[in-house]
């Protein structure tokens, strides 16, 4: 029995088997070899597995999220058989007698650089897929079982750290637990975590050699603690103490279908954050009011081509239509910082939480931005949504978007598409968007406070950073007076103003947000129920000025 600690991102416990997510990038060592026949051999049947495996995740693909997003899996299989790539395999092997790991690490290396400095922009989409098939083939050259994982059973997740490509891509339904070595509490595992309500720890010091896939483990996010091959007297506890939890939340659920109103009888909307289509249900089982931030980016993730108008219509629709009638904002395309795509070729920054992110790749891009408002407002002619834009700074930005909107809504009224255009709000997530306020709330219809960026921001302190953690304090007076500013500012222009924020979930914070006059929460599903006990069992909600 091994017993480690870590940081609590989301409290629970859990026991089940372990599933050892390796991280991609690894230091192949260069052998030399005896036989190189049988090195090229080891790299056939590499191929072989790397093409079921492919064809695998295609099919599961296909019943998730349909052949369009699946067509990746078909991409990589063909690449797979590319006579070229293989063929330098298999001659760096013959001529410099080197082992198949290494002659597939570094082939992959120099195809991937090649198609990254061509011209064209879909030979350059091509250098992540090879990466992406080389890391495979070596993997299934090294043996690792952990490559890919076929199981019906939910697992523990245990990672070095998860991006947010990687976390939107798991079958959320088979995740009984987060374990990681790095990571931030306010990072998107953290988020997902709290999203689907299971524990979750961070930065436990855990060396991924000695864990193996299969292995139980109990995941105390109450105590903030994983225990592997745990003995008969700690699972016997940690199932007594499973049972408790389960018997809190099922009180929580006497909730189900009572209204968000204070004892003196203010009503607060409490909605749901979510990442996509698929999130929909979580929000359902928890009775949402609504949905206050779908991240449209998850839409963009974990694939290497943009999705298409008409895909995008169809899941912003399809939200729409589950929520039937009740509100759905969805935030528009919020990629760069923490969350990359290759097929952007954004390039490094130095600092990419304040550099080329969100809006600002939209009112560069305008044809990528034109795509996704096409599909929005057209998705709004089916439901109540709204939209809102993110990491605004100025007045002239939202102008500068009202000018494209304007022009989609004459390209949709050309081509005789439905639509409607939405309720549109802007997030206030950076200190300049707080001190211009009262000029902004002129112009939209709504605010809605990213309290992760404005308290990253606010404090100089870069949220995904865990060396930082101590000093990441969203509790900090400035925070406080730049959220009572902003509602201020809003009520005064007739606008409503939501939390989306991290913050938001913060049953410590519920009623001085009450008090401060926030008109809307929204938080992780798992949330729901807590935040509206917290509102109706408020002692009082006078607001304070």
């Not at 090195?39 to 693909?61: M, P, T």
């Not at 019943?63 to 001659?91: C, P, R, T």
């Amino acid at each position: 029995m091994k017993r480690f600690s870590g940081k609590t991102v989301y409290k629970g416990i859990q026991i089940g088997p372990v599933f050892v997510l390796k991280g991609r990038e690894s230091q192949v060592k260069r052998s030399r070899i005896t036989d190189a026949e049988a090195e090229i051999g080891r790299v056939k049947h590499a191929v072989k597995k790397a093409q079921e495996q492919l064809q695998g995740l295609y099919d599961k693909a296909v019943k998730e999220v349909g052949e369009a997003s699946a067509a990746i899996f078909e991409v990589h299989q063909m690449m797979l058989e590319d006579e070229d790539y293989l063929e330098a395999i298999h001659n760096m092997i013959r001529t410099e007698m080197v082992n198949a790991e290494y002659a597939a690490a570094v082939t992959g290396d120099n195809f991937s650089e090649m198609f990254a400095n061509m011209d064209d922009d879909y030979m350059k989409a091509r250098a992540a897929d090879i990466k992406d098939i080389s890391r495979r083939l070596v993997s299934n050259l090294e043996g690792n079982e952990d490559a890919e994982y076929y199981s019906d059973d939910p697992m523990i997740i245990v990672a070095d750290d998860l991006s947010p490509s990687e976390t939107v891509q798991m079958d959320k339904e088979k995740i009984l637990a987060f374990v990681t070595v790095h990571g931030s509490a306010n990072s998107h595992t953290a988020i997902l975590a709290r999203m689907m309500n299971i524990p979750a720890l961070i930065g436990v010091p855990l060396d991924l050699n000695e864990i193996h896939t299969g292995m139980y483990a109990v995941v105390d996010g109450f105590r903030g603690e994983v225990i592997f091959d745990p003995d008969e007297e700690t699972c016997a506890e940690a199932k007594e103490r499973i049972a408790q939890e389960q018997e809190k939340l099922q009180l929580l659920q006497e909730l189900k279908g009572k209204e968000n109103i204070t004892p003196d009888g203010r009503r607060i909307n409490i909605y749901a954050n979510i990442g996509s289509v698929g999130d929909v249900g979580y929000v359902l089982e928890n009775d949402a009011g609504g949905i206050g931030l779908f991240r449209s980016e998850f839409l963009y993730l974990g694939r290497d081509q943009l999705p298409g108008e008409e895909e995008q219509f169809q899941a912003y629709k399809q939200v729409a239509q589950m929520m039937a009638g009740k509100k759905v904002i969805i935030r528009t395309l919020d990629i760069g910082a923490d969350k990359q795509v290759d097929y952007f070729n954004l390039g490094r920054e130095d600092n990419p939480a304040m550099g080329y992110r969100a809006i600002r790749i939209c009112l560069t891009q305008q044809d990528i931005f034109r795509t996704q408002l096409r599909a929005l407002f057209r998705a709004a002619y089916f439901g109540n949504l709204s939209v809102m834009y993110p990491m605004i700074i100025s007045v002239e930005e939202v102008q500068a978007i009202y000018n494209i909107v304007d022009q989609v809504k004459a390209g949709l009224e050309r081509d005789g598409l439905p639509y409607r255009i939405p309720e549109q709000g802007i997030m206030i997530e950076t200190p300049a968007a707080v001190m211009i306020s009262d000029d902004l709330a002129q112009l939209v219809d709504f605010f809605s406070i990213g309290t992760n960026d404005l308290t990253q921001y606010t404090l100089a302190i870069d949220r995904q950073n865990d060396k930082l953690d101590a000093f990441y304090n969203p509790h900090h007076k400035a925070i406080l007076r730049m959220i009572q500013m902003v509602v201020e500012n809003a009520h005064k222009a007739g606008k409503w103003v939501g939390i989306c924020g991290e913050l938001g979930a913060d049953l410590q914070m519920t009623e001085q947000f009450v008090r401060m006059g926030v008109d809307e929460l929204s938080v992780a599903p798992s949330m729901v129920l807590k935040v509206r006990k917290a509102v109706r069992e408020m002692k009082g909600s006078d607001e304070q000025q």
